[in-house]
């Protein structure tokens, strides 16, 4: 009842029905008609004024000399009570509106049975007063749903994603760090130990720990380019749901048994025996399968009519079945639940016919009640759904957004991890290598490769303390390393060919003009580093050329290695870093890459578009400039 014109039909059908049962009471008892319709109408926003109208009402039918038992105030008290224990927050207001309630209603009985009608009042009026602040409880959790939906909504998907990505990089980055660390470590220090002697074991080993940590890596790798790890699923409750299940069914079963059982004087013929049990049977499959329970049992009952009972109160124990079903439908979400409601209704009134008005006002209420009962008890049921459908919804985007970013950022870190460890070990690998077979033919440059293999290693401990800081930082990338500077980019590509020269490789180096914008530099000194890396693995007995340019708006870079590729070495396939990696990081800048064998050797090329200082293509640049007002 939440508009006006609802709150009005509610109200006059209230009204309706306490003109209905008050027809046979003195003319007076109908004034209390406009006090009920104006307390009906009021309920949803002045419950405590509610309650007072249809008291009043309700005295106003004593002072006319209604009796008491009917049920024509029923049906208003049952809505203002339950209003009031809805809304109103105060036990103590609550519990005097419905001692009035009771006072009023309990006046009505004859002296004789005065405290009989003020027991039964008292346990009527405070169940649907203690029902309403149920009802309100239940609502109030389930507003916490809402409230966590609307978190949800509320959500930075980037902020969620923080937390997963922080976790997986203290998972497996922290872990393919330390173990490239002392990896380097070890080599070194075998170079270091090496250097005086020449010592072939300390030369293998430095060449061993090298494959393993290569081999760790792969692996680590592998882990980081795999898809994140799905969260568990959910358990469903098993006995939390079936032990209330088996209560609701058993209680009315068990209250109709003994019903049955305790009035033996009740009718027992055929039409009732098929009518009890069919009750029976409709509790057993309500829950499962209400509309079947709901027609069936309106099918048996219209059986009844072909022999009908001489004591009518033969049918108490499917008035009871009729309240369960009822119940059941109104707290459902079946197809056609109104529908089988009124059909089952309409056939217990057609029963209840021969029996007179209060018949048929008793299974108005059996009805009435139970339906408007398990509507308002649906409600936390209701919004809970909706709740949870929407933060089920709006869980799964934020899932989904942290396993993207959790992806990203694996893929990132892997690549960083490849460009760290991929040029230096391989270095270092080979240069001991050339210090094992000049040990005794050349001793002297054996020693300068196991010097290149110390400086190898002092370089790739730096770039991974810088890596360390970097994630630390939650910030590693090309963003670490763009050598945007003048001169950084040329410095740091001339040092590294300065190191694979100290190798042994002929290396010749052309450089014209070098870009200076993020982050095409940082690419293309990884273009570089993942070639020489390539060369120094994979080929012997070769020169390398390495050459950049500028032709139009393009910078070039070719990485030409004519050396043989040496046979029974692997390659970097199994990581999915090596030349893959090279090529989403030239794509990611907007330009092409290309690598394969050809008529001059192995040759890298990657073209990627002239930026501006910010990273945009230089065409962008210029449009936004010609667009910017002067």
């Known amino acids: 009842m939440r508009s006006a014109g609802a709150r009005a039909c509610a109200a006059l059908l209230v009204g309706a029905w306490v003109v209905v049962f008050l027809l046979d009471a003195p003319p007076t008892a109908l004034l209390a008609v406009p006090l009920v319709v104006l307390g009906v109408f009021g309920v949803d926003r002045r419950a405590v004024s509610s309650v007072a109208l249809v008291a009043a009402a309700s005295t106003v039918t004593w002072l006319a000399g209604a ?18 224990g809805r809304s109103v927050g105060s036990t103590w207001v609550g519990a005097g509106l419905t001692a009035v309630c009771v006072v009023t209603s309990a006046l009505r009985a004859e002296p004789a049975s005065i405290l009989s009608a003020f027991v039964v009042s008292i346990v009527l009026f405070g169940s649907m007063w203690v029902f309403g602040r149920v009802v309100r409880f239940r609502a109030l959790r389930a507003q916490q749903a809402v409230a966590e939906a609307r978190a949800l909504e509320d959500a930075d998907p980037d902020a969620v994603s923080v937390d997963r990505v922080v ?149 108490m124990p499917a008035a009871l079945a009729y309240a369960v079903i009822a119940w059941v439908l109104a707290t459902a979400e079946v197809r056609g639940r109104w529908s089988i409601t009124g059909t089952l209704g309409g056939a217990a009134v057609v029963v209840a016919l021969p029996n007179g008005p209060m018949a048929i006002a008793f299974i108005a209420t059996v009805f009435l009640l139970p339906t408007m009962a398990g509507w308002a008890w649906s409600e936390r049921d209701r919004i809970l759904r909706t709740a949870r459908a929407q933060g089920e919804s709006l869980r799964a985007q934020l899932d989904t957004a942290a396993a993207k970013a959790v992806r990203n950022d694996r893929l990132r870190l892997a690549k960083e991890l490849h460009d760290v460890a991929g040029h230096a070990v391989g270095v270092m690998v080979t240069q001991a290598g050339v210090a094992l077979a000049l040990r005794e033919k050349a001793p002297e440059r054996a020693r300068s490769a196991l010097e290149a293999v110390v400086q190898a290693g002092e370089d790739a401990l730096a770039e991974i303390d810088a890596l360390f800081g970097a994630l630390d930082a939650c910030e590693f990338g090309d963003a670490t390393r763009r050598y945007a500077e003048p001169g950084q980019l040329r410095a740091a590509l001339e040092r590294m060919v300065a190191g694979v020269r100290r190798c042994g490789y002929k290396v010749e180096l052309r450089l014209a ?72 990081r030239v794509r990611a800048c907007g330009g092409e890459f290309e690598a394969g064998a050809s ?8 073209r990627m578009p002239v930026q501006d200082g910010r990273g945009r293509p230089a065409v962008v640049a210029a449009r936004a400039a010609a667009e910017t007002p002067s």
Do not use: K
């Open 67 to 84: 009796p008491w038992g009917t049920v024509d105030m029923v049906l208003p008290f049952a809505i203002a009570l339950y209003s009031a």
């Open 513 to 584: 003009e070098l870009p200076s914008a993020p982050p095409i530099t940082g690419t293309l000194y990884r273009v570089v580093q993942e070639s020489l890396t390539n060369a120094l693995r994979h080929s012997v007995g070769g020169d390398i050329a390495i050459e950049a340019w500028v032709e139009g708006r393009t910078h070039h870079i070719r990485v030409v290695d004519t050396g043989r590729p040496v046979v029974g070495r692997g390659t970097e396939e199994g990581s999915g870093s090596g030349l893959r990696g090279l090529e989403e």
């Open 167 to 315: 976790e997986e990089r203290a998972r497996l980055a922290d872990r393919a760090l330390v173990t490239l660390r002392v990896a380097v470590l070890d080599m070194r220090a075998s170079a270091h130990r090496a250097r005086a002697g020449l010592d072939v074991t300390e030369l293998s080993l430095i060449q061993q720990r090298g494959a393993d940590a290569v081999d760790e890596l792969r692996r680590l790798l592998g882990l980081l380019r795999a898809e994140p790890d799905e969260a568990p699923p959910r358990r469903a409750r098993g006995l939390g749901q079936t032990a209330p299940l088996l209560a609701r069914t058993l209680a009315p079963i068990g209250l109709m048994l003994g019903l049955i059982v305790t009035h033996p004087q009740w009718d027992r013929s055929w039409t009732t025996a098929v009518l009890w049990g069919t009750a029976i049977l409709a509790v057993v499959l309500v829950h499962a399968f209400p509309r079947t329970a709901g027609l069936g049992l309106a099918a048996a009952t219209l059986c009844a009519l072909f022999d009908m009972p001489a004591d009518p109160e033969s049918l």
């Open 599 to 606: 008529a001059g050797g192995f040759v890298v090329h990657a």
